[in-house]
Structures are given as structure tokens and as C-alpha cells.
């Protein structure tokens, strides 16, 4: 067998390996090795990068098992393979992180059998163009299977990776090497400028006196371009001969001319026949070294700084190839840009000093010139770039110096000079939003506290529905409704079906929150999200008795109602229950739920909400309604008042119904109403692009925003205006576009804008401050006003699936999950939990089930479907058109919860127990999970009244 042979059958894929990773083939062009399921799993550049690194070793791997890993670092394999899941994730951009993963592979294969034979990377190479050009040679069947199958390989490689941790796989993939002490000291040598500011903006972004500047670097890079420096008139060419021409000066002939006899010399002189070479041009403009003069006197203290150290650090950022070396200087000395400690950077950056201008400064930079090229940029206020010390000291620079200037008064106005041998000149003018600047706040600043502990270990209690999604995959449903909570880092959207997410700021995965929920039956129509202090109000409207609050056990003692003893909901009876008000209040410091009636449901309500008060209010068109004091419980007006000379909160709150509570729906309208005509505190008027807001006693001017120079609101559609602070968030859209702007009154000032899908909900947080939206792909974004398209918080979709198929076997207890072609098979072995996984469905026996007749969640029909749900042997396994499979005991008690997306699939038991794939947890898996998930199906299934029940007042999401 020759060589590309050899190479070409390395490459196949042996059938049964393949199969038992999915199905794996190479597709039809012989340029990427695909899944059955139609994904690919690496192209065919990707091999060749595998493999150039797999084959540098001696002992040459199998090629199933170089699939096998690309298989498990792509997809997350469980728990045993977490850490290179992750490692392959972090190091995403690496350059060479393909061969570095064919090293890694030799190195976790070393102790395998190799495969017999010398195979190189040339031939690889040549099989690889002769599959894609003529196809294989060999039939699929004649590969040879791998001397281990996929389970002990994999085996094998979870005992391997027991010898490394984290950040040593990370190491591999980015250096193609262990760890060293000598890689890392040749890192902290080879650090960059551009590097090291990344790092100050970071810091910057942490510090309530460098916030500001961070938060106007972006919007200074195109402001503060230099203009490119010429070519010297007298300065000679560089390089060899490039070029042979007729003309040129009598210095450069060709030496070969002067062999010629003097009378063809002269007659090809007069001919213009005589050859002369040309010099070759410099290939590169000439980079000077850039000089960074930091003003910190006694006119550039307050917002002026914050403008000019944002100057500071986007001159900084340049890259050096295209400017040349950079050198940072204050008015009171130099400073080390690449010190070991960034942290005295940023203190130099905020620091100050007294000095009148910074003059003497620029005079000791120019005289350290030595010759060199040198762009000189002085950072200060306009009144010192006037000085006459400056004037002075500016005109004695060195002639390869250019001498510019960085101006920027208290109003914002700054300006871009040059020094020219007459003077001043001006170069660039512009505007910084220096009130945008004083408004950042900074990441430790305490404007958005976490109250309590974290969600993610505390369960929810209260009037809460029974059954919970203690998953976070994403958005499992599209919102429609925010609500921000008052002095707390947390956000909440109701989507359909009353579903609500919790987001908090730290980047956590969204939390899916259980629904309002009393006498059997669940909130499911959400009319708005209020945001109080330390929480939310759900509001809406729900078929509920009037009765008072019971308290409800302590947790993991309540059981789901079952249909011996049934709880009817809303229509379920010849008399159905009236809808009430509902106002459900969230507080995120205790978790838990307090459901409020506020009366039968009445058309055009209108919700506020008055955190200084801690008061939510509800006020119908014709004028009915009620105020609700969070902390007493009290109303105000009282269906039965009594006297009292005691002014509540309610009635406070009561009073100020009229004009409404932040953030205002503004009504739009093309033309001002007449008087008494509308009843909103706030209208937003339209008039040919012009917008004016009705705000007594302190209206916004009539504004008119700028694009290009002209008003390109003209024709737009206005879909939605919010207004709250002084901040106001208009929705618009043409035959083109759809977008989200952000202005600030009083003037209009334009704080940003984004795309935005019409019709998708967006809101403010009361202050103004905040921002989230939903665009088109469901996904939430959480922002600053004063920074729209920079998102600190985000929610993706989950894209779950609503139409699970479902089969139960009670001895030995297994449930297979199956969504299109691919089968989830979880099952109970040696009382641990194993999991098998395949695309297509195969023949088996027929499992025992029937159809169950009730549900223990038959408080909602429409996301727990009866007829969807499977009854064998006391086992109750019920659909949730969210996405997950809930298994119960036949009394009602919840034992496990099970999630799938595809090929991915998690777990979870009562009591904080996960299992499965991070992306659904929203975190690791808890350790020994399968074993612990296991025992609790076990001991469920023998003695039912073991397990932990769960109920209105539980745990919906610790983990262990």
C-alpha cells in the first residue's frame, strides 16, 4: 500500500465509532466532516490543522479518536469532560489553537495503542486534496475500527484529564505546551501598550473619578486622527534600483553608459537614448514617536478631566504600527505606562496637581528632543493653550517635531490644533457630552446594590404556583413587559402566559420565576412589571376568591393537589370565578411572594408605582381604583373605612394617581389636544420631524435631532415614546429601518440610538438611567442610557421545545424524552443516573403506559397538558410547554425535573440537586449528581412518602 493510500484509509471514518458519535461522514464535496443531524462537526482545514499537531509525536493517534475529542470540546460531553468543553471555549481567537489541539490529543493518547505504520503531514495533506478532487479511493466499510470503542476511550480520556485542571488545558490550547514558570515570565515581558490600556479602561470603568473617561474613549478615537506627516522635500530615497528609465539626473547612470565610445555617448546623450537608474521609494511612512502631554493643573480639574484623560487613553490605544511608540507625561512628571501594577497608572491618571499651566512641562519635552521625529500632543484647557509661556515654549520646537493640541472647556467644546510656524491652527472642532461623562457610574459605585442573598440559592416562597423551572437555558418565553426594581440590581419581564424572568447584573443566566398562584389557580394575564424598592409588582388580572391570605407551611411540606381532592379554576365549574386586580409584590431581598386582590377587574386600568412610598397604585377611566401600602397591606379608599387621623402611605400615593408615576407612556399625536380632552400628565406633539413634550411647569424645548445635518425624523413612523427622568426613549420606523433613540432634555441631546423591531418591548427603570429591550430574536438587553449599544446584561433565547415526546417504564424505571430525530433515554442503573443519547429511533419494545386522566399541575391546562401526560405504575411524567418533563408520584409528589434541547440534556431533584449540560443549569452540575439524582428516583419509587414533596412554599432552584 502507498503512502497516499495509507493516508487516505487513516482518514476514513470506521462506521460504528462514527455512528456512536452521532453519525459522522464526510460530506459530499470531501470538505468537512458532518453529523447526521446535518451539523458540522469540523471543516476540512480544521482536520488538517488537528492533525498537523496530532501527528507531531512519534505515536500517531487514531482518527477516531481525534473526532472523538473535537466532538467532546465542541459539545460538552457531561460532567467529566466540563473542563475541556470550557478551555475550548475560552481560548475561541487563538491563532494557532488548531494544532495546539492535535498536541493536546497526542498527549492524552500517548498510552494507546498508535496506529501501525509512518504516516506524515504531507500525505495527509495529499489525501486530503485527493478526497476533495476525485473522491475516496477505499470503500467506508474497509476502515479499520479503533483497538477501544467509544466508551473506554472516553473512559480513558476522563482518567487522563484527572491530571489537568483548568487553566493547564487552556495553557495547551493557546501555546501548544504545558506550563511553565519560563512562558509565564516571557508573557509579562511581551505585554503591549494597547494590552496595558485595555487593562487601565477596565480599571477605569471601576473608579468613580475615571468612569467618566472611560465611558468617552469610543467617541473620541475618529476625533483625535493626526494628519499624516509628509516626506521632507530634500530627503533621499531609500532601497536599491527599482527602475530603468531615458531621464534622470547625470548622478545616476548606469555605470555601463560610461564604457560607451564618447561620440555614441554624446549622440545618445542628445537622443535622450542614455540609461539612468531609478532609486527605489521607502515602503512605510515614517512613524514618529508619540508624546502625551496629560494637563492635571487648576483649570482642568472637574468634568474638563474626564475629557481629556479619555483623549489620553484612545491616543494611547493606537496601535504602534501605525503611529509609532507612545510615551505618557503629566504635568508633574512621567509615568510608566508598563508598570507591573496598572493600578498606579490609574492613580496617576486621577491624580492632580497646582500648577497654573502646564508650560514648564512642554518647555522639558522639547528640549529632550534628540533629533528623532515626534508628534508632541498637549492635553489642556483652552485658556492655557493661550498662555504666554506656552506660546513661547511651542515656538522654539525642533523642526522634526509637530506640536498639537488637545482643547476642552467646561461647556464641552473642544478643538484639535497644530502648532505652524505662524501660530495656532485649528484643525477639527467638536462636542463631548461632559454631562453623559458625570452621569457614568462606576461597576463599585452603589446605585444598584445586591440586597440578600444570591438567587441562585434561595428558593422562592409565598403564594408562588407548585410547580417550578428551576433551569436557566435563556428566555424560554418572549417577554412583553419590564419592570427594573428601585436600589436593586434586578430586572423583571412577564412574557406569555404570565411567564416571568428574573435578571440580575451580574451575569448570571436569567432565572425563570414562579407565578402568582392562590386557590388552584396561576396569574397568567400580566398587564405590567412596577418596579419598587428592593423589588417588583406583577400586576394583572386573575379568577381568584376574595379571601385572606393563608400562611403557608414551612417549605417541602405541602403536596400538589391530585384529583382526590381538586381545586376548580376559572371556568372549570358551571360558575366560573369573577376576574380580580391582582398586584403581586416580588422582594428580592427574602424571596418571597405576597399576593394582593384589589378589586373585581375594571376597563382602562392604569398601574403606578411610588418607591419612595413603597406604594403601587391602580386607577380605572372612570376614575375607581385603590392605592396599596407594600409594608401594612393597607388600601386607601377603604371599602370600610374607619376613623382615623392617621395619614397612610396609600392615601399619599392615592393622591398623586393623577399625574402618574415613571416612566410615562407618552401618547403621540400630530396635533395638541384640546383642553380636558386627554387625561395623560404627559403627550409627546409631532410636527415634520419636531418633537415637543407637554411637561408642566418645566416643558423640553421643541427639539428637532440631526443626522448628517438634516432632521431625519422627517416621515418616520412613531410607534411608542417613554419618557422617565430626563431621558426619553422613542420607538420610530420608515420603508428602511427600524430603530431605538435616546434623548435628554432639557435640549434633546441624542444619547444614542439602536436597531429596534417595531412592535417589541423596551422600558425604562424610573430614573432614567436604565434601559432593556427585546429585539426580534427574543433576546433581552440590559444597558446604560448614556450607552445604548454597549449591553452590561443580556438574556438570549432559549429555544426549548414545546413538543416533547414522552415514554415511562416503571421496572427498571426509564424515561425516554424524544424531540424530531434525536432520543434521550435516562435511566436508573446500580441506583445512579446514566444517560444514552441517539439520533434516529431504533426498534424496541413497545414500553408499559396509558394515558394519565389528571395532572398533579392541573392548575394550567394549557402548559400542562392532560392529555400529554403518561401514568404507569404510580409514575406520573408530565409535559411542560416550556420545554421540560416533570416526573411525579401518583399522590402529587414532584421527584425529579428533567430539560432537553437537542442534543443537550439536564436534570434536577428538589433540594438543589443539577445535573447535565452548564448551558441549561446556568452553572456547574452538582458534584456526584447522577448518583444523588439516582437515589432519590429510587427511593421514590419504593417508598413514595420518602421523597421531599414540593408546594406552594419551596425551593424552586438551590443547588447543592
Same mark, same amino acid.
Given at each position: 500500500?502507498?503512502?497516499?493510500?495509507?493516508?487516505?484509509?487513516?482518514?476514513?471514518?470506521?462506521?460504528?465509532?462514527?455512528?456512536?458519535?452521532?453519525?459522522?461522514?464526510?460530506?459530499?464535496?470531501?470538505?468537512?466532516?458532518?453529523?447526521?443531524? @446535518?451539523?458540522?462537526?469540523?471543516?476540512?482545514?480544521?482536520?488538517?490543522?488537528?492533525?498537523?499537531?496530532?501527528?507531531?509525536?512519534?505515536?500517531?493517534?487514531?482518527?477516531?479518536?481525534?473526532?472523538?475529542?473535537?466532538?467532546?470540546?465542541?459539545?460538552?460531553?457531561?460532567?467529566?469532560?466540563?473542563?475541556?468543553?470550557?478551555?475550548? *471555549?475560552?481560548?475561541?481567537?487563538?491563532?494557532?489553537?488548531?494544532?495546539?489541539?492535535?498536541?493536546?490529543?497526542?498527549?492524552?493518547?500517548?498510552?494507546?495503542?498508535?496506529?501501525? %505504520?509512518?504516516?506524515?503531514?504531507?500525505?495527509?495533506?495529499?489525501?486530503?486534496?485527493?478526497?476533495?478532487?476525485?473522491?475516496?479511493?477505499?470503500?467506508?466499510?474497509?476502515?479499520?475500527?479503533?483497538?477501544?470503542?467509544?466508551?473506554?476511550?472516553?473512559?480513558?480520556?476522563?482518567?487522563?484529564?484527572?491530571?489537568?485542571?483548568?487553566?493547564?488545558?487552556?495553557?495547551?490550547?493557546?501555546?501548544?505546551?504545558?506550563?511553565?514558570?519560563?512562558?509565564?515570565?516571557?508573557? /509579562?515581558?511581551?505585554?503591549?501598550?494597547?494590552?496595558?490600556?485595555?487593562?487601565?479602561?477596565?480599571?477605569?470603568?471601576?473608579?468613580?473619578?475615571?468612569? @467618566?473617561?472611560?465611558?468617552?474613549?469610543? *467617541?473620541?478615537?475618529?476625533?483625535?486622527?493626526?494628519? #499624516?506627516?509628509?516626506?521632507?522635500?530634500?530627503?533621499?530615497?531609500?532601497?536599491?534600483?527599482?527602475?530603468?528609465?531615458?531621464?534622470?539626473?547625470?548622478?545616476?547612470?548606469?555605470?555601463?553608459?560610461?564604457?560607451?565610445?564618447?561620440?555614441?555617448?554624446?549622440?545618445?546623450?542628445?537622443?535622450?537614448?542614455?540609461? +539612468?537608474?531609478?532609486?527605489?521609494?521607502?515602503?512605510?511612512?515614517?512613524?514618529?514617536?508619540?508624546?502625551?502631554?496629560?494637563?492635571?493643573?487648576?483649570?482642568?480639574?472637574?468634568?474638563?478631566?474626564?475629557?481629556?484623560?479619555?483623549?489620553?487613553?484612545?491616543?494611547?490605544?493606537?496601535?504602534?504600527?501605525?503611529?509609532?511608540?507612545?510615551?505618557?507625561?503629566?504635568?508633574?512628571?512621567?509615568?510608566?505606562?508598563?508598570?507591573?501594577?496598572?493600578?498606579?497608572?490609574?492613580?496617576?491618571?486621577?491624580?492632580?496637581?497646582?500648577?497654573?499651566?502646564?508650560?514648564?512641562?512642554?518647555? !522639558?519635552?522639547?528640549?529632550?528632543? /534628540?533629533?528623532?521625529?515626534?508628534?508632541?500632543?498637549?492635553?489642556?484647557?483652552?485658556?492655557?493653550?493661550?498662555?504666554?509661556?506656552?506660546?513661547?515654549?511651542?515656538?522654539?520646537? =525642533?523642526?522634526?517635531?509637530?506640536?498639537?493640541?488637545?482643547?476642552?472647556?467646561?461647556?464641552?467644546?473642544?478643538?484639535?490644533?497644530?502648532?505652524?510656524?505662524?501660530?495656532?491652527? *485649528?484643525?477639527?472642532?467638536? !462636542?463631548?457630552?461632559?454631562?453623559?461623562?458625570?452621569?457614568?457610574?462606576?461597576?463599585?459605585?452603589?446605585?444598584? #446594590?445586591?440586597?440578600?442573598?444570591?438567587?441562585?440559592?434561595?428558593?422562592?416562597?409565598?403564594?408562588?404556583?407548585?410547580?417550578?423551572?428551576?433551569?436557566?437555558?435563556?428566555?424560554?418565553?418572549?417577554?412583553?413587559?419590564?419592570?427594573?426594581?428601585?436600589?436593586?440590581?434586578?430586572?423583571?419581564?412577564?412574557?406569555?402566559? %404570565?411567564?416571568?424572568? &428574573?435578571?440580575?447584573?451580574?451575569?448570571?443566566?436569567?432565572?425563570?420565576?414562579?407565578?402568582?398562584?392562590?386557590?388552584?389557580?396561576?396569574?397568567?394575564?400580566?398587564?405590567?412589571?412596577?418596579?419598587?424598592?428592593? %423589588?417588583?409588582?406583577?400586576?394583572?388580572?386573575?379568577?381568584?376568591?376574595?379571601?385572606?391570605?393563608?400562611?403557608?407551611?414551612?417549605?417541602?411540606?405541602?403536596?400538589?393537589?391530585?384529583?382526590?381532592?381538586?381545586?376548580?379554576?376559572?371556568?372549570?365549574?358551571?360558575?366560573?370565578?369573577?376576574?380580580?386586580?391582582?398586584?403581586?409584590? +416580588?422582594?428580592?431581598?427574602?424571596?418571597?411572594?405576597?399576593?394582593?386582590?384589589?378589586?373585581?377587574?375594571?376597563?382602562?386600568?392604569?398601574?403606578?408605582?411610588?418607591?419612595?412610598?413603597?406604594?403601587?397604585?391602580?386607577?380605572?377611566?372612570?376614575?375607581?381604583?385603590? =392605592?396599596?401600602?407594600?409594608?401594612?397591606?393597607?388600601?386607601?379608599?377603604?371599602?370600610?373605612?374607619?376613623?382615623?387621623?392617621?395619614?397612610?402611605?396609600?392615601?399619599?400615593?392615592?393622591?398623586?394617581?393623577?399625574?402618574?408615576?415613571?416612566?410615562?407612556?407618552?401618547?403621540?399625536?400630530?396635533?395638541?389636544?384640546?383642553?380636558?380632552?386627554?387625561?395623560?400628565?404627559?403627550?409627546?406633539?409631532?410636527?415634520?420631524?419636531?418633537?415637543?413634550?407637554?411637561?408642566?411647569?418645566?416643558?423640553?424645548?421643541?427639539?428637532?435631532?440631526?443626522?448628517?445635518?438634516?432632521?431625519?425624523?422627517?416621515?418616520?413612523?412613531?410607534?411608542?415614546?417613554?419618557?422617565?427622568?430626563?431621558?426619553? =426613549?422613542?420607538?420610530?420606523?420608515?420603508?428602511?429601518?427600524?430603530?431605538?433613540?435616546?434623548?435628554? %432634555?432639557?435640549?434633546?441631546?441624542?444619547?444614542?440610538?439602536?436597531?429596534?423591531?417595531?412592535?417589541?418591548?423596551?422600558?425604562?427603570?424610573?430614573?432614567?438611567?436604565?434601559?432593556?429591550?427585546?429585539?426580534?430574536?427574543?433576546?433581552?438587553?440590559?444597558?446604560?442610557?448614556?450607552?445604548?449599544?454597549?449591553?452590561?446584561?443580556?438574556?438570549?433565547?432559549?429555544?426549548?421545545?414545546?413538543?416533547?415526546?414522552?415514554?415511562?417504564?416503571? =421496572?427498571?424505571?426509564?424515561?425516554?424524552?424524544?424531540?424530531?430525530?434525536?432520543?434521550?433515554?435516562?435511566?436508573?442503573?446500580?441506583?445512579?443516573?446514566?444517560?444514552?443519547?441517539?439520533?434516529?429511533?431504533?426498534?424496541?419494545?413497545? #414500553?408499559?403506559?396509558?394515558?394519565?386522566?389528571?395532572?398533579?399541575?392541573?392548575?394550567?391546562?394549557?402548559?400542562?397538558?392532560?392529555?400529554?401526560?403518561?401514568?404507569?405504575?404510580?409514575?406520573?411524567?408530565?409535559?411542560?410547554?416550556? @420545554?421540560?418533563?416533570?416526573?411525579?408520584?401518583?399522590?402529587?409528589?414532584?421527584?425529579?425535573?428533567?430539560?432537553?434541547?437537542?442534543?443537550?440534556?439536564?436534570?434536577?431533584?428538589?433540594?438543589?440537586?443539577?445535573?447535565?449540560?452548564?448551558?441549561?443549569?446556568?452553572?456547574?452540575?452538582?458534584?456526584?449528581?447522577?448518583?444523588?439524582?439516582? !437515589?432519590?428516583?429510587?427511593?421514590? &419509587?419504593?417508598?413514595?412518602?420518602?421523597?421531599?414533596?414540593?408546594?406552594?412554599?419551596?425551593?424552586?432552584?438551590?443547588?447543592?
Amino acid at each position: 500500500m502507498n503512502t497516499l493510500d495509507r493516508a487516505e484509509q487513516y482518514l476514513a471514518i470506521p462506521p460504528q465509532y462514527g455512528a456512536d458519535l452521532g453519525g459522522l461522514w464526510w460530506s459530499s464535496r470531501r470538505d468537512a466532516i458532518e453529523r447526521r443531524d @446535518g451539523a458540522t462537526l469540523a471543516v476540512a482545514d480544521e482536520i488538517r490543522a488537528v492533525l498537523d499537531g496530532a501527528l507531531t509525536p512519534a505515536t500517531v493517534p487514531a482518527f477516531a479518536f481525534v473526532l472523538n475529542v473535537l466532538f467532546l470540546m465542541k459539545s460538552n460531553g457531561g460532567t467529566r469532560f466540563e473542563s475541556l468543553h470550557q478551555a475550548y *471555549a475560552a481560548t475561541r481567537g487563538v491563532a494557532a489553537r488548531g494544532r495546539n489541539v492535535g498536541l493536546l490529543i497526542a498527549r492524552l493518547c500517548r498510552a494507546l495503542p498508535p496506529v501501525p %505504520g509512518r504516516i506524515t503531514m504531507e500525505d495527509i495533506s495529499v489525501a486530503l486534496r485527493s478526497l476533495r478532487l476525485y473522491g475516496p479511493h477505499t470503500r467506508t466499510e474497509s476502515a479499520e475500527e479503533p483497538p477501544l470503542t467509544r466508551v473506554e476511550f472516553e473512559q480513558h480520556l476522563a482518567d487522563q484529564l484527572t491530571h489537568f485542571d483548568r487553566a493547564t488545558l487552556i495553557h495547551w490550547l493557546t501555546h501548544g505546551c504545558a506550563p511553565g514558570a519560563a512562558g509565564q515570565q516571557l508573557t /509579562e515581558r511581551a505585554e503591549t501598550l494597547p494590552g496595558r490600556v485595555t487593562q487601565l479602561l477596565l480599571l477605569a470603568r471601576k473608579r468613580a473619578r475615571l468612569v @467618566g473617561a472611560a465611558s468617552l474613549v469610543s *467617541a473620541l478615537d475618529a476625533a483625535l486622527t493626526l494628519p #499624516p506627516r509628509g516626506r521632507p522635500p530634500n530627503a533621499l530615497p531609500l532601497g536599491g534600483y527599482c527602475d530603468v528609465t531615458t531621464r534622470g539626473d547625470p548622478e545616476r547612470l548606469l555605470p555601463g553608459q560610461f564604457a560607451l565610445d564618447p561620440d555614441e555617448f554624446v549622440r545618445r546623450f542628445a537622443a535622450s537614448e542614455l540609461l +539612468y537608474f531609478k532609486r527605489e521609494e521607502p515602503h512605510e511612512a515614517v512613524r514618529p514617536e508619540r508624546i502625551i502631554l496629560l494637563d492635571q493643573g487648576v483649570r482642568t480639574w472637574g468634568s474638563v478631566r474626564f475629557a481629556l484623560a479619555a483623549a489620553a487613553l484612545a491616543l494611547l490605544r493606537v496601535d504602534a504600527k501605525r503611529s509609532g511608540p507612545a510615551r505618557l507625561f503629566t504635568t508633574s512628571g512621567a509615568v510608566d505606562l508598563l508598570h507591573p501594577n496598572p493600578a498606579v497608572v490609574a492613580d496617576r491618571l486621577e491624580a492632580s496637581d497646582l500648577t497654573p499651566n502646564p508650560g514648564d512641562a512642554l518647555e !522639558r519635552l522639547l528640549q529632550a528632543g /534628540e533629533g528623532e521625529p515626534r508628534d508632541i500632543i498637549v492635553l489642556t484647557h483652552p485658556r492655557n493653550w493661550r498662555e504666554p509661556n506656552i506660546t513661547s515654549a511651542a515656538a522654539k520646537h =525642533a523642526a522634526n517635531d509637530r506640536l498639537f493640541a488637545v482643547t476642552v472647556d467646561e461647556t464641552g467644546r473642544a478643538e484639535l490644533s497644530q502648532w505652524m510656524p505662524h501660530g495656532a491652527r *485649528a484643525l477639527r472642532s467638536f !462636542r463631548v457630552d461632559l454631562v453623559a461623562a458625570e452621569a457614568a457610574r462606576s461597576d463599585s459605585d452603589t446605585p444598584r #446594590p445586591k440586597l440578600g442573598p444570591s438567587p441562585s440559592t434561595v428558593g422562592w416562597s409565598g403564594e408562588v404556583e407548585p410547580v417550578p423551572f428551576p433551569f436557566r437555558p435563556g428566555v424560554v418565553s418572549e417577554p412583553q413587559h419590564f419592570g427594573f426594581a428601585t436600589h436593586c440590581s434586578w430586572l423583571v419581564a412577564a412574557g406569555r402566559d %404570565g411567564v416571568l424572568h &428574573g435578571f440580575a447584573f451580574d451575569g448570571t443566566p436569567p432565572e425563570v420565576l414562579p407565578r402568582p398562584y392562590r386557590s388552584g389557580v396561576v396569574l397568567r394575564h400580566v398587564d405590567a412589571v412596577l418596579g419598587v424598592t428592593g %423589588g417588583v409588582v406583577v400586576c394583572g388580572r386573575m379568577a381568584v376568591l376574595n379571601v385572606p391570605t393563608v400562611s403557608a407551611p414551612a417549605p417541602h411540606a405541602v403536596t400538589l393537589h391530585t384529583s382526590d381532592s381538586p381545586v376548580m379554576a376559572s371556568g372549570a365549574s358551571d360558575d366560573p370565578l369573577p376576574e380580580q386586580l391582582i398586584a403581586a409584590h +416580588y422582594d428580592w431581598a427574602t424571596r418571597h411572594v405576597t399576593l394582593h386582590v384589589l378589586g373585581p377587574v375594571s376597563s382602562g386600568a392604569r398601574w403606578s408605582a411610588y418607591p419612595d412610598l413603597h406604594s403601587v397604585t391602580v386607577r380605572t377611566s372612570g376614575g375607581a381604583g385603590c =392605592a396599596l401600602d407594600l409594608s401594612t397591606h393597607s388600601l386607601f379608599p377603604q371599602p370600610n373605612p374607619s376613623p382615623s387621623t392617621i395619614v397612610s402611605r396609600a392615601r399619599h400615593a392615592w393622591d398623586r394617581v393623577a399625574k402618574g408615576a415613571p416612566p410615562y407612556e407618552l401618547p403621540i399625536l400630530t396635533k395638541f389636544p384640546g383642553e380636558g380632552v386627554w387625561d395623560a400628565p404627559f403627550v409627546l406633539h409631532t410636527n415634520r420631524g419636531a418633537l415637543t413634550i407637554q411637561q408642566p411647569p418645566t416643558p423640553w424645548q421643541t427639539i428637532a435631532p440631526l443626522r448628517d445635518g438634516k432632521v431625519f425624523l422627517t416621515g418616520a413612523q412613531f410607534n411608542r415614546a417613554q419618557l422617565a427622568g430626563d431621558v426619553l =426613549a422613542l420607538s420610530h420606523s420608515n420603508a428602511t429601518e427600524s430603530n431605538l433613540l435616546l434623548l435628554r %432634555g432639557p435640549d434633546g441631546a441624542v444619547l444614542g440610538e439602536v436597531q429596534h423591531p417595531q412592535g417589541k418591548p423596551f422600558a425604562l427603570s424610573a430614573d432614567g438611567m436604565l434601559l432593556a429591550r427585546c429585539d426580534g430574536a427574543h433576546t433581552v438587553t440590559i444597558t446604560d442610557t448614556a450607552a445604548p449599544a454597549q449591553p452590561f446584561a443580556t438574556g438570549t433565547h432559549a429555544a426549548l421545545h414545546n413538543g416533547l415526546q414522552i415514554e415511562l417504564n416503571a =421496572a427498571p424505571f426509564e424515561l425516554t424524552i424524544t424531540i424530531g430525530g434525536y432520543q434521550h433515554r435516562l435511566r436508573i442503573e446500580s441506583g445512579a443516573l446514566h444517560y444514552v443519547s441517539r439520533w434516529e429511533v431504533l426498534e424496541q419494545a413497545n #414500553p408499559q403506559k396509558k394515558p394519565a386522566y389528571y395532572s398533579p399541575a392541573n392548575y394550567d391546562t394549557v402548559r400542562f397538558p392532560i392529555r400529554e401526560s403518561v401514568l404507569v405504575d404510580g409514575w406520573i411524567a408530565v409535559v411542560d410547554r416550556l @420545554g421540560q418533563v416533570l416526573l411525579f408520584r401518583r399522590e402529587g409528589t414532584l421527584v425529579a425535573a428533567f430539560v432537553v434541547r437537542r442534543e443537550r440534556v439536564a436534570a434536577w431533584v428538589p433540594g438543589g440537586v443539577f445535573w447535565g449540560d452548564a448551558r441549561l443549569i446556568g452553572g456547574p452540575a452538582t458534584p456526584d449528581a447522577a448518583e444523588k439524582i439516582g !437515589r432519590a428516583i429510587s427511593e421514590a &419509587g419504593g417508598t413514595s412518602g420518602d421523597t421531599v414533596p414540593v408546594g406552594p412554599a419551596r425551593d424552586s432552584g438551590q443547588r447543592g
